[in-house]
């Protein structure tokens, strides 16, 4: 029996049927968590370009960028371990469809890009957290543990640095909304087994 743990930011947990997809396609899995850690890495560096003037975004961003990369890095080193090569994949809708919901006028896009950033990292937590209990590979499931800790860090960081630069009431109600679309877009499983699917 499987047991899924609620984080606070999201409105929903994962469901069983993605823990069972996921463990039937550890490979594809491992792959697309290689992608999903240099997106990060590449999602952090592009608040450093956008908003260069805003200093504790600036150094929060900066080591969750150079974090990022060493993780990118160690998934890399378990594809080599286990012979799968780096390849292209398509990705599911997850990213696309919350990256849509950004409003493209400043100061919004500054917060709905934070929240939407700290949504992505609470569900890789999560995610990570149920591979670390369930993956047949202990020696996997170990590194996927491991990981746990900083990707609830990052979240975190993404909220508060929210709340940091809008009025907690706004941000609030803006996650609610985010949030919301982040659960309505996993509702129905992707075919295809990724992190976010």
């Not at 409003?103 to 919004?108: A, L, R």
């Not at 009025?167 to 992190?195: F, G, K, M, W, Y």
Request: charged fraction near 20%; glycine fraction near 2%.
């Amino acid at each position: 029996m499987f047991s899924f743990t609620k984080i606070n930011l999201l409105c929903q947990p994962t469901q069983s049927a993605w823990l069972e997809q996921a463990l039937d396609n550890l490979d594809l899995i491992l792959l697309d968590h290689s992608h999903c850690e240099r997106k990060a890495a590449g999602v952090a560096v592009n608040f450093l370009f956008r908003y260069p003037a805003h200093e504790d975004l600036v150094y929060q961003l900066t080591a969750i960028a150079q974090e990022e990369l060493e993780h990118f890095e160690q998934v890399n080193q378990w594809l080599k371990r286990k012979n799968i090569p780096l390849a292209p994949l398509k990705p599911s809708p997850y990213g696309a469809t919350l990256k849509q919901a950004i409003k493209k006028q400043e100061p919004h896009r500054l917060l709905d890009s934070l929240l939407v950033s700290a949504l992505i990292e609470a569900r890789s937590h999560e995610r990570l957290g149920l591979l670390a209990q369930h993956c047949p590979d202990l020696e996997l499931a170990k590194f996927y543990r491991g990981l746990m800790a900083s990707e609830a860090r990052h979240y975190g960081i993404y909220w508060v640095l929210a709340t940091q630069y809008f009025d907690r009431t706004i941000v609030d109600l803006r996650l609610s909304e985010l949030a919301q679309l982040e659960s309505d877009t996993l509702s129905n499983l992707h075919p295809e087994p990724r992190i976010h699917s």
